[in-house]
């Protein structure tokens, strides 16, 4: 079955520290991934997402992700984290079949502390 | 990035009413959008899926005589939530679709509330 995994409902980081969401999934084929960002009472906005190509995609406010082919995960990163990158964030991942549609994990509650 | 808008963003109604929510890609044509439903501290629940001309395709559990979906053109696609219950009160978020590779730009979200 096609599926995302978000391990961690939430991740505490100190302000100025490396930040890592992690995400894995599960799908047949070549996978389409997205990383979108939750601000509270707001719509998803779109981070990145890893189509073909470089492994390491690198999107808006200074996030990147890594995509894995062999351990299936497409962790976000950030290399100093900002307490206004305090947020939920989904991973989501295309399924390229019959429904075609985005699966999304159950997303993670980044706290960033300052 | 591509915008797509919703209104209203907020919406309060009697039980009883029904509520038209509007979702708009501003600058892209959308053959495909889709409603989801987003209850506290949860991810999105796909509602339905709506395509340009054609009916809409709805998630197993989701009532399609409830919520109504028109997708009269590329960039506007519209959920109306008939009779509604305070059940239905909950956070409605419409995303849109560009072509490949198929990122999907999602609306502000309507918080609706049924009284």
């Known amino acids: 079955a096609q599926s995302v995994a978000q391990p961690e409902d939430q991740v505490n980081v100190a302000e100025g520290n490396p930040l890592t969401v992690k995400c894995t999934y599960s799908?047949?084929?070549?996978?389409?991934l997205f990383w979108y960002v939750q601000y509270p009472n707001r719509g998803l906005q779109f981070l990145l997402k890893?189509?073909?190509?470089?492994?390491l995609v690198k999107g808006s406010y200074g996030f990147e992700a890594e995509f894995n082919k062999s351990q299936t995960s497409f962790h976000l990163k950030k290399p100093s984290a900002l307490v206004s990158d305090s947020a939920l964030y989904f991973c989501?991942?295309?399924?390229?079949?019959?429904?075609?549609?985005?699966?999304f994990g159950k997303g993670t509650r980044l706290h960033i502390l300052p | 990035g591509a915008v797509v808008s919703q209104h209203p963003s907020r919406v309060i109604c009697k039980s009883g009413t029904s509520v038209k929510i509007e979702c708009r890609s501003l600058?892209?044509?959308?053959?495909?959008m889709f409603w989801y439903r987003q209850f506290p501290k949860q991810s999105l629940m796909l509602m339905a899926t709506?395509?340009?001309?054609?009916?809409?395709?709805?998630e197993q559990g989701v009532e399609k005589d409830k919520f109504l979906i028109n997708h009269a053109s590329l960039t506007l696609s519209t959920l109306t939530v008939t009779s509604a219950h305070p059940e239905d009160s909950s956070f409605y978020i419409c995303?849109?679709?560009?072509?490949?590779?198929?990122?999907?730009?999602f609306g502000p979200g309507t918080r609706l509330t049924v009284l």
């Open positions: 995303s849109a679709r560009e072509t490949l590779p198929g990122t999907q730009y």
């Open positions: 799908v047949s084929g070549n996978p389409y």
């Open positions: 890893y189509i073909t190509g470089d492994n």
């Open positions: 989501a991942v295309r399924v390229m079949n019959r429904d075609d549609k985005i699966i």
């Open positions: 600058d892209f044509q959308a053959t495909t």
């Open positions: 709506s395509n340009e001309g054609s009916k809409a395709t709805y």
